[in-house]
């Protein structure tokens, strides 16, 4: 059974950081390029960062640039999302993603989610 599971979000205020991990299993982690969604409420589930496999390249989407830094450590088959300076628009509901190929197959794999919400 493939699970990903999400924790560290919560409130926090402007300007201020959390930490989100993503503790995966059921799959070989080391295989799969692993990224962070987020949808906030009344808009589309958007893109916000992924690491490839070996952590050798990383993609942000440009709202989150210089701000968030998203990293992987492949033996505790965790990814990570570092986010600093958050604003109000970075409240959303955040969803860890796994993209694999097993037995030959693409398979796309998603956590249950979990909140920011940036507020004073």
């Known amino acids: 059974q493939v699970l990903l599971v999400e924790s560290g979000g919560g409130l926090v205020q402007p300007g201020g950081s959390l930490r989100l991990s993503c503790v995966a299993s059921g799959f070989t982690f080391s295989r799969a390029t692993m990224s962070w969604f987020r949808q906030a409420p009344g808009k589309e589930r958007e893109l916000v960062a992924t690491i490839t496999t070996r952590a050798v390249g990383t993609n942000y989407a440009d709202s989150v640039k210089g701000r968030f830094t998203i990293s992987r450590d492949n033996d505790k088959d965790t990814v990570f999302l570092q986010m600093n300076s958050l604003n109000s628009e970075d409240t959303a509901v955040y969803y860890c993603?796994?993209?694999?190929?097993?037995?030959?197959?693409?398979?796309?794999?998603w956590g249950q989610g979990t909140q920011v919400t940036v507020s004073s």
């Open positions: 993603n796994a993209n694999t190929n097993m037995f030959g197959i693409p398979r796309n794999f």
